[in-house]
């Protein structure tokens, strides 16, 4: 069911983009759009787990350079019944995780300098399990094209409103509505987000529950996230930003108020919650 749901909000991040592009550019902007989208498609499946490490300075490492942690992922990701990832370090103080890849036989587990330093090994390995389980899921991959797609409306929409305002005529045939490109600047934009923040939140929840799973410690996440959380406030990461956000534990970028409701991950004190539920009903201990 969460899969079904994931894929039709991808379809109308597609359908936005489409539209958009119509609103821009009429029937050859249509074309134009749903070319950029199967190109970002492709390229966001082959290398957009390149692309995100690279963008956060990860630095793969190996069981002789960090053996306490490649031999947790390595437990772990046996436990997951999960080929052994890649395991990055991000040289961020920020406590953190993300996964990525677009399968589980190319997954990869980053984590930053931080995360090993403030969480003890229990909180470490809830952490890990957590990314293992979007790895399992492919969340990864799911993830990462809504990030392209709703990266590429926004992109489509800061066109759109330049096209409106000097590109061309409104009694321009071949061309779109005016009115649907105003529409367009202003909706695609928001309703994508939406879309891209409803997929992240949904995963999440999943994730915990798998993650709980595998490190048979639902408690140890729990505390992860509580700290990761707290630390995120005064503590921000120097190398993430918004379109990246939800690809991590927890939102690096820490907000209250109006900003808790367009967060893409859900409130940190709901996932505790779920996470004691689910404590009490499946009791058990870390590997």
């Known amino acids: 069911m969460n899969r079904m749901k994931a894929t039709m909000l991808l379809a109308a991040l597609t359908a936005l983009f489409l539209w958009i592009g119509q609103s821009l550019g009429g029937q050859q902007g249509f074309v134009l759009a749903l070319l950029l989208a199967g190109g970002m498609n492709f390229a966001s499946y082959w290398w957009s787990d390149r692309i995100v490490l690279r963008m956060h300075g990860a630095q793969e490492v190996t069981e002789r350079e960090a053996p306490e942690l490649y031999g947790l992922v390595r437990r772990l990701a046996q436990r997951a019944r999960l080929p052994m990832p890649r395991v990055y370090m991000i040289p961020e103080e920020a406590p953190n995780a993300f996964a990525t890849g ?36 492919r969340d990864t991959l799911t993830m990462t094209i809504a990030a392209t797609l709703a990266g590429a ?6 066109m759109a409103q330049w096209a409106l305002l000097f590109g061309r005529s409104s009694d321009d045939e071949e061309g779109g509505s005016p009115l649907a490109g ?6 695609a934009p928001i309703a994508a987000m939406l879309i891209q923040m409803a997929i992240s939140r949904a995963r999440e929840f999943v994730a915990d529950e ?9 408690m140890a996440l729990a505390s992860a996230l509580r700290k990761i959380e707290g630390w995120s406030r005064e503590v921000p990461m120097e190398a993430a930003t ?9 939102n690096p970028f820490a907000g209250g108020g109006l900003l808790k409701l367009f967060s893409t991950h859900p409130l940190t004190d709901e ?13 058990g201990h870390i590997v």
Not at 182 to 187: D, P
């Open 242 to 250: 918004p379109a990246t956000a939800h690809l991590f534990i927890v």
């Open 210 to 218: 798998g993650g709980a799973e595998i490190c048979a410690d639902p």
């Open 153 to 158: 409306i926004s992109m489509l929409a800061n």
């Open 102 to 137: 677009r399968s589980p036989a190319h997954g990869a587990v980053a984590v930053t300098h931080g995360l090993t330093r403030i969480l003890d090994r229990d909180e470490l390995a809830g952490v890990i399990a957590h990314e293992l389980a979007h790895i399992k899921n």
């Open 271 to 283: 996932r505790v919650a779920r996470l004691r539920a689910f404590a009490r009903q499946r009791p």
């Open 182 to 187: 105003l529409a367009g600047i202003i909706v």
